[in-house]
């Protein structure tokens, strides 16, 4: 499930950005500050950002050159009201993959994520597998010995972490960092929540359960 940074000072049109992406299965964190938006640019791993042109702090084309100087390699759309082929060609000069000119629809914006994610720049799309689960990123589907589950999109974004690092350990800000939201979901007991769920639904009755609990440190895949 790939993870999305939106940078919009526009708190209505973020809301109905961000809903209308997490609906399509995208895990999607959200500032309004330009200066923050970049911040976390550089010190968390997105596969895709989407950035205001006009922003508090710091404008979209300084965060998007900034963060291509310092070797960001995450697709960037970039949103603007400014239609002029002069200010799109600035903004793809400061590094911007794609542009979208306000209003614009929540199926086109979708239709670009989707596009620039399949480029496999920074979201790798290969089916993964293990113990008997397969797991399509791409499609959004999971199976257990030839039998489809039905995940949540944070159990679904959990599995495929953990089935991209198997064997891995990770503490519980580090799962915040790859896989939850900076929201009011963040938080051990939600990890906890998720994770007891998640075996629930992939762990067979009579055996050891396929996420392993390190105590006092975190969590892994078996091998």
Known sequence: MAKLLLVEDDKHLAQMIIEWLRNQHYVVEVTHDGLDGYERLICSEY????????LPGMEGPQICRKYRDNKGAAPIIMLTGRAAMDEKLAGFDSGADDYLTKPFSMIELGARVKALLRRGRHLEEDILQAHGIVLDPTKF??????????LLPKEFALLEFLMRNPGALFTNDA???HVW???????ETAIRTCVK???????????????????????????
């Open 47 to 54: 596969d895709l950002a989407i950035l205001d042109w006009n």
């Open 141 to 150: 589907s999971v199976s257990k010995n030839g039998v489809e589950l039905s």
């Open 175 to 177: 799962l915040f960092r």
């Open 181 to 187: 939201r900076s929201d009011s979901d963040s938080s």
């Open 197 to 223: 769920r998640l075996r629930q639904k992939i762990d067979d009755a009579d055996g050891p359960s396929l996420i392993e609990t390190i105590p006092r440190v975190g969590y892994r895949l078996r091998r």
